[in-house]
Nanobody
Framework: QVPLVESGGGLVQPGGSLRLSCAAS????????MGWHRQAPGKQRELVAA???????NYADSVKGRFTISRDNAKNTVYLQMNDLKPDDPAVYFC???????????????WGQGTQVTVSS
């Protein structure tokens, strides 16, 4: 198993910033892509941003220019810097990691429990 533990969510005013972190632990041989998704009440889970092991990134159009994803491969950790938060951003944010647990295994997708982001004045 590969637990993913998120932190950094909370309440922020419109225009404010938050930084989310997600650390993977356990039986890890290598991690391919890591990413952040979010799910608001009554909506489907959507991709926010993703990053490959080599650092290539992909963002949802709604967050381009405001959010930045990064990772520390040595720490098996992915970050999401969220700036200029807007009323459309509140959701539970989930991180995921595509992990190979040992040399001969396939890559499997692991998910965190989620962290709540609330934007309110």
């Amino acid at each position: 198993q590969v637990p993913l533990v998120e932190s950094g969510g909370g309440l922020v005013q419109p225009g404010g910033s938050l930084r989310l972190s997600c650390a993977a632990s356990g039986s890890i041989f290598s991690i391919n892509a890591m990413g952040w998704h979010r799910q608001a009440p009554g909506k489907q889970r959507e991709l926010v941003a993703a990053i490959t092991r080599g650092g290539s990134t992909n963002y949802a159009d709604s967050v381009k220019g405001r959010f930045t994803i990064s990772r520390d491969n040595a720490k098996n950790t992915v970050y999401l810097q969220m700036n200029d938060l807007k009323p459309d951003d509140p959701a539970v944010y989930f991180c995921n990691a595509v992990v190979r647990t040992y040399y001969y295994s396939d890559y499997d997708d692991y998910w965190g429990q989620g962290t709540q982001v609330t934007v309110s004045s």
